[in-house]
């Protein structure tokens, strides 16, 4: 006879915690409690701290998840998305994550929560109330007519509010606007820029809360020459950590800040060093670059030149392993992203195209 143990709550808890959420969503079914407990949000935010990262991959008609463990190991899976429309060109579709959600740009078509003509940048919410009010920032393209038979462009940045629906002008020169896709962290948007006069390179972002563009911090390092690569990625949740390329030696630097961003005060330290490796140089990727840090292991994600094809990265320590994504495709999307059990928010199943 085969004697049942119950074990004690906390410990049950904490064992649901480390799995993956496709087999949470498979367990919601075994008992009462244990479907409660996945919509509990302290137990919703425990599961997140302990995620792994995946990588998130966009082609023309599908969607994949990639995930990676520390031996090398891959698992694609393909995603059910019922995109509102089409990808007219990759090069100009972006994928961003915010929190623990995604959200696609289609170029000039939109998405199911912005204006066709709204040209996206980032997302993030109002970070001094307790409520998320989710907002997005873009930009109009419009006309100024100077004469009877000539127009000059000029670009309007405005902010789209996901929960009334209210679409805001602001004020904000647009020298300062992302070249890349910005990171979206504890509400604001945060990207890498250069002073035009200094040459340095710095941290500018984008706070929702008082809806204004400024500096955040100066990089820990800067470019030797203008062809050395650095990418910003967020670390830990709540930090960020900055990957340096140095194009003559390929030796690739990671820094992190020692605290949460929240600090008034930025510190960073050098968090690993490689040197020169396989991987190859970070200049020129048509379809980007992303990259996270778990459990002291650099995994990067970008297309191989060579091969016309995504591959992926991994480097702990002397260890260096290259694996391709073998789907078929050429040019593609991506980005980091960590599962989670969390809902959507109303404010954006109700959002109409």
Same mark, same amino acid.
């Given at each position: 006879?085969?004697?049942? =143990? ?22 919601? !079914?075994?008992?009462?409690?244990? +479907? ?8 919703? +935010? ?9 990588? /998130? ?18 698992? =694609? ?13 990759? *090069? ?18 939109? =998405? ?13 919410? @109002?970070?001094?109330? #307790? ?17 009877? !038979? ?8 405005? /902010? ?17 606007? #992302?070249? *890349? ?16 006069? !200094? ?21 820990? $390092? ?23 390329? $140095?194009?003559?030696?390929?030796? /690739? ?19 690993? !060093? ?5 991987? #190859? ?17 650099? &995994?990067?994600?970008?297309? @191989? ?5 995504? $591959?992926?990265? /991994? ?7 290259? &694996?391709?994504? @073998? ?7 991506? $980005?980091?992203?960590? #599962? ?14």
């Amino acid at each position: 006879m085969v004697l049942l =143990v119950k074990l004690p709550s906390d410990l049950e808890e904490d064992i649901l915690s480390r799995l993956p959420p496709r087999s949470l969503i498979r367990f919601k !079914t075994v008992c009462k409690r244990w +479907n409660a407990l996945f919509n509990d949000k302290w137990f919703l +935010n425990n599961h997140l701290v302990r995620a792994r990262p995946q990588f /998130i991959f966009i082609t023309e008609s599908k969607s994949y998840s990639i995930d990676i463990d520390l031996c090398g190991t891959i698992e =694609v899976r393909e995603l059910a998305a019922d995109f509102p429309c089409h990808a007219i060109d990759l *090069m100009d579709t972006t994928i961003m994550a915010c929190d623990e959600f995604l959200f696609r740009d289609f170029w000039k078509q939109g =998405v199911a929560v912005w204006n066709p003509w709204f040209h996206f940048c980032g997302v993030g919410y @109002d970070n001094s109330i #307790p409520e998320k009010g989710y907002k997005i920032l873009g930009y109009f393209d419009c006309l100024r007519r100077v004469s009877d !038979t000539y127009e000059v462009g000029y670009r309007r940045v405005a /902010i789209y509010e996901c929960s009334s629906h209210a679409l805001k002008f602001i004020d904000g020169p647009f020298k300062q606007w #992302p070249m *890349m896709v910005p990171l979206s962290l504890n509400g604001n948007l945060y990207w890498l820029t250069q002073n035009p006069e !200094t040459r340095e390179h710095f941290i500018r972002s984008f706070d929702f809360s008082s809806e204004i563009f400024k500096p955040f911090c100066l990089l820990p $390092c800067q470019k030797n020459r203008s062809s050395d690569r650095l990418i910003l990625a967020v670390y830990k949740g709540d930090r960020f950590s900055l990957l340096k390329q $140095c194009y003559v030696t390929e030796t /690739i630097d990671i820094w992190v800040t020692k605290k949460n961003i929240d600090g008034e005060e930025v510190v960073w330290t050098n968090l690993m !060093t490689f040197p020169r490796t396989n991987l #190859p140089k970070l200049v020129n990727k048509i379809c980007g670059i992303s990259y996270f840090i778990f459990d002291k292991t650099l &995994i990067i994600c970008c297309g @191989d030149g060579q091969l016309g094809a995504a $591959c992926i990265y /991994i480097l702990r320590g002397d260890m260096f392993r290259k &694996i391709h994504i @073998d789907l078929g495709i050429i040019r593609f999307s991506h $980005c980091v992203y960590l #599962p989670n059990l969390i809902s959507v928010p109303l404010e954006f199943i109700s959002l109409q195209v």
